[in-house]
Protein backbone atom coordinates (compact mmCIF):
# COMPACT_ATOMS: atom_id res chain seq x y z
CA UNK A 1 0.00 0.00 0.00
CA UNK A 2 1.29 3.83 -0.27
CA UNK A 3 1.88 5.40 3.05
CA UNK A 4 3.33 8.22 4.09
CA UNK A 5 3.52 9.77 7.03
CA UNK A 6 3.90 13.76 8.50
CA UNK A 7 3.45 15.23 11.91
CA UNK A 8 -0.09 16.47 11.98
CA UNK A 9 1.05 20.17 13.78
CA UNK A 10 3.79 21.96 14.43
CA UNK A 11 4.70 25.32 16.00
CA UNK A 12 7.43 27.49 16.02
CA UNK A 13 8.96 31.19 16.96
CA UNK A 14 10.12 33.81 14.62
CA UNK A 15 13.82 34.00 13.74
CA UNK A 16 13.92 30.16 14.77
CA UNK A 17 14.84 26.83 12.52
CA UNK A 18 12.03 23.92 12.65
CA UNK A 19 12.38 20.74 10.76
CA UNK A 20 9.38 18.61 9.22
CA UNK A 21 9.66 15.18 8.90
CA UNK A 22 8.06 12.79 6.41
CA UNK A 23 8.41 8.67 6.18
CA UNK A 24 7.19 6.82 3.13
CA UNK A 25 5.89 3.54 2.28
CA UNK A 26 5.20 3.71 -1.46
CA UNK A 27 4.61 1.44 -4.97
CA UNK A 28 7.58 3.20 -6.96
CA UNK A 29 9.43 6.23 -6.47
CA UNK A 30 10.51 8.81 -8.99
CA UNK A 31 11.16 11.79 -6.29
CA UNK A 32 9.87 13.46 -3.43
CA UNK A 33 8.35 16.91 -3.49
CA UNK A 34 7.59 19.41 -1.12
CA UNK A 35 4.61 22.04 -1.29
CA UNK A 36 3.53 24.86 0.63
CA UNK A 37 -0.31 25.92 0.96
CA UNK A 38 -1.92 28.76 2.55
CA UNK A 39 -5.54 28.13 3.57
CA UNK A 40 -8.01 28.30 0.59
CA UNK A 41 -4.88 28.01 -1.62
CA UNK A 42 -3.39 26.06 -4.00
CA UNK A 43 -0.07 23.83 -3.16
CA UNK A 44 2.95 25.93 -4.55
CA UNK A 45 6.39 24.27 -5.36
CA UNK A 46 9.08 24.26 -2.79
CA UNK A 47 11.81 21.70 -3.96
CA UNK A 48 12.07 18.05 -4.96
CA UNK A 49 14.68 15.42 -4.26
CA UNK A 50 15.09 11.92 -6.35
CA UNK A 51 18.77 11.20 -4.91
CA UNK A 52 19.90 11.24 -1.62
CA UNK A 53 21.35 14.41 0.06
CA UNK A 54 20.33 17.86 0.94
CA UNK A 55 19.12 20.34 -1.63
CA UNK A 56 19.14 23.96 -0.52
CA UNK A 57 17.18 26.66 -1.80
CA UNK A 58 17.63 29.61 -0.14
CA UNK A 59 15.83 29.43 3.87
CA UNK A 60 14.12 26.17 2.65
CA UNK A 61 16.49 22.73 2.55
CA UNK A 62 15.22 19.56 1.88
CA UNK A 63 16.92 16.43 2.75
CA UNK A 64 15.85 12.76 1.40
CA UNK A 65 17.50 9.17 2.24
CA UNK A 66 15.64 6.68 -0.14
CA UNK A 67 16.95 3.34 1.70
CA UNK A 68 15.22 4.77 4.88
CA UNK A 69 12.23 6.35 3.52
CA UNK A 70 12.41 9.48 4.94
CA UNK A 71 12.85 13.26 3.99
CA UNK A 72 12.29 16.42 6.14
CA UNK A 73 11.96 20.33 4.89
CA UNK A 74 13.94 22.46 6.85
CA UNK A 75 12.88 26.50 7.10
CA UNK A 76 15.55 28.37 8.42
CA UNK A 77 14.64 32.24 9.92
CA UNK A 78 11.01 31.97 10.42
CA UNK A 79 8.53 34.51 9.18
CA UNK A 80 4.93 34.84 10.24
CA UNK A 81 4.56 34.58 6.66
CA UNK A 82 5.76 31.08 6.41
CA UNK A 83 2.45 30.04 8.71
CA UNK A 84 0.75 27.34 6.26
CA UNK A 85 0.28 23.63 5.65
CA UNK A 86 3.56 21.80 4.18
CA UNK A 87 2.56 18.59 2.09
CA UNK A 88 5.22 16.11 1.19
CA UNK A 89 4.30 13.82 -1.78
CA UNK A 90 5.82 11.25 -3.35
CA UNK A 91 5.68 10.44 -7.15
CA UNK A 92 5.12 7.32 -8.42
CA UNK A 93 4.02 5.26 -10.93
CA UNK A 94 3.14 6.80 -13.69
CA UNK A 95 3.46 10.41 -12.57
CA UNK A 96 1.34 10.46 -10.18
CA UNK A 97 1.87 12.31 -6.86
CA UNK A 98 0.49 10.93 -3.68
CA UNK A 99 -0.11 13.84 -0.94
CA UNK A 100 1.07 13.17 2.84
CA UNK A 101 -1.42 13.95 5.01
CA UNK A 102 0.47 17.38 5.14
CA UNK A 103 1.92 19.62 8.56
CA UNK A 104 0.00 22.74 9.61
CA UNK A 105 3.05 24.77 10.95
CA UNK A 106 1.85 28.09 12.96
CA UNK A 107 4.72 30.65 13.62
CA UNK A 108 4.85 33.19 16.86
CA UNK A 109 5.98 36.00 17.27
CA UNK B 1 7.18 28.66 -14.08
CA UNK B 2 3.83 27.05 -16.10
CA UNK B 3 0.50 28.53 -15.55
CA UNK B 4 -2.22 26.90 -15.00
CA UNK B 5 -6.23 28.39 -14.12
CA UNK B 6 -8.99 27.18 -13.15
CA UNK B 7 -12.96 28.42 -13.27
CA UNK B 8 -14.70 29.33 -11.58
CA UNK B 9 -13.04 30.12 -8.62
CA UNK B 10 -16.07 29.25 -6.29
CA UNK B 11 -19.62 27.68 -6.80
CA UNK B 12 -22.10 27.55 -4.93
CA UNK B 13 -25.42 25.09 -6.71
CA UNK B 14 -28.25 23.42 -5.33
CA UNK B 15 -28.58 19.64 -4.31
CA UNK B 16 -29.04 17.55 -7.72
CA UNK B 17 -27.74 19.89 -10.39
CA UNK B 18 -24.25 19.59 -12.39
CA UNK B 19 -21.07 21.71 -11.83
CA UNK B 20 -18.54 21.97 -14.59
CA UNK B 21 -15.26 23.12 -13.52
CA UNK B 22 -12.43 24.04 -16.03
CA UNK B 23 -9.10 23.88 -15.94
CA UNK B 24 -6.34 25.49 -18.38
CA UNK B 25 -2.60 25.02 -19.15
CA UNK B 26 -2.00 28.98 -20.47
CA UNK B 27 1.66 28.55 -21.70
CA UNK B 28 2.42 25.34 -22.10
CA UNK B 29 0.70 22.08 -23.32
CA UNK B 30 -0.49 19.57 -21.05
CA UNK B 31 -0.07 16.02 -22.07
CA UNK B 32 -1.20 15.09 -18.49
CA UNK B 33 -4.18 16.25 -16.10
CA UNK B 34 -4.67 15.19 -12.47
CA UNK B 35 -7.68 16.41 -10.69
CA UNK B 36 -7.39 16.22 -6.76
CA UNK B 37 -10.46 16.90 -4.19
CA UNK B 38 -9.29 18.51 -0.48
CA UNK B 39 -12.13 18.78 2.38
CA UNK B 40 -10.85 20.88 5.51
CA UNK B 41 -7.91 20.29 7.33
CA UNK B 42 -7.39 17.05 4.74
CA UNK B 43 -4.44 16.62 2.45
CA UNK B 44 -4.98 16.12 -1.57
CA UNK B 45 -6.47 13.37 -2.34
CA UNK B 46 -6.07 11.99 -5.88
CA UNK B 47 -9.70 11.51 -8.01
CA UNK B 48 -8.34 10.91 -11.83
CA UNK B 49 -5.56 11.38 -14.37
CA UNK B 50 -6.54 12.60 -17.55
CA UNK B 51 -4.80 12.48 -20.94
CA UNK B 52 -5.43 14.14 -23.99
CA UNK B 53 -7.54 12.26 -26.10
CA UNK B 54 -8.00 9.29 -24.03
CA UNK B 55 -10.34 7.94 -21.30
CA UNK B 56 -9.41 9.50 -17.23
CA UNK B 57 -7.99 6.69 -15.24
CA UNK B 58 -9.78 7.09 -11.87
CA UNK B 59 -8.77 6.13 -8.15
CA UNK B 60 -10.26 3.30 -6.66
CA UNK B 61 -13.64 4.63 -5.02
CA UNK B 62 -14.34 7.64 -7.23
CA UNK B 63 -16.89 7.25 -9.25
CA UNK B 64 -16.70 7.83 -13.00
CA UNK B 65 -20.20 8.46 -13.55
CA UNK B 66 -20.29 10.97 -10.85
CA UNK B 67 -17.07 12.75 -11.38
CA UNK B 68 -16.94 13.17 -15.28
CA UNK B 69 -13.68 13.96 -16.93
CA UNK B 70 -13.33 15.55 -20.72
CA UNK B 71 -9.66 16.27 -21.69
CA UNK B 72 -10.56 16.89 -25.14
CA UNK B 73 -6.96 19.17 -26.22
CA UNK B 74 -3.61 19.37 -24.77
CA UNK B 75 -4.40 22.74 -23.34
CA UNK B 76 -7.76 22.08 -20.87
CA UNK B 77 -9.31 19.60 -19.22
CA UNK B 78 -13.30 19.66 -17.63
CA UNK B 79 -14.74 17.98 -14.46
CA UNK B 80 -17.92 17.69 -14.41
CA UNK B 81 -20.31 16.86 -10.90
CA UNK B 82 -22.80 15.50 -11.64
CA UNK B 83 -25.87 15.70 -9.36
CA UNK B 84 -24.05 16.85 -6.53
CA UNK B 85 -24.95 16.33 -3.05
CA UNK B 86 -23.40 18.22 0.02
CA UNK B 87 -21.03 15.70 0.85
CA UNK B 88 -19.22 16.71 -2.34
CA UNK B 89 -18.79 20.13 -1.18
CA UNK B 90 -15.45 20.42 -1.52
CA UNK B 91 -11.92 22.25 -2.65
CA UNK B 92 -11.17 20.99 -5.95
CA UNK B 93 -7.88 21.03 -7.51
CA UNK B 94 -6.44 20.50 -10.84
CA UNK B 95 -2.46 20.11 -12.25
CA UNK B 96 -1.19 19.50 -15.20
CA UNK B 97 2.11 18.06 -16.50
CA UNK B 98 3.95 19.09 -19.38
CA UNK B 99 6.90 17.38 -21.14
CA UNK B 100 9.07 17.17 -18.29
CA UNK B 101 11.40 18.29 -15.84
CA UNK B 102 11.63 18.86 -12.38
CA UNK B 103 8.67 20.07 -11.33
CA UNK B 104 6.55 18.37 -13.61
CA UNK B 105 3.18 19.12 -11.83
CA UNK B 106 1.71 22.93 -12.24
CA UNK B 107 -1.59 23.19 -9.92
CA UNK B 108 -4.33 25.45 -10.37
CA UNK B 109 -5.79 27.92 -7.85
CA UNK B 110 -8.33 25.32 -7.09
CA UNK B 111 -12.25 25.61 -7.03
CA UNK B 112 -14.33 25.94 -3.84
CA UNK B 113 -17.68 23.68 -4.65
CA UNK B 114 -20.51 24.49 -2.23
CA UNK B 115 -23.54 22.16 -2.38
CA UNK B 116 -26.83 23.99 -0.50
Known amino acids: GQNIDQPTEMTATEGAIVQINCTYQ??????LFWYQQHAGEAPTFLSY????GLEEKGRFSSFLSRSKGYSYLLLKELQMKDSASYLC??????????FGTGTRLQVFP | GAVVSQHPSWVICKSGTSVKIECRSL??????MFWYRQFPKQSLMLMATSNEGSKATYEQGVEKDKFLINHASLTLSTLTVTSAHPEDSSFYIC????????????FGPGTRLTVL
Open chain 1, 89 to 98: AVRGEADKLI
Open chain 2, 27 to 32: DFQATT
Open chain 1, 26 to 31: TSGFNG
Open chain 2, 95 to 106: SASGSGGVDTQY
Open chain 1, 49 to 52: NVLD
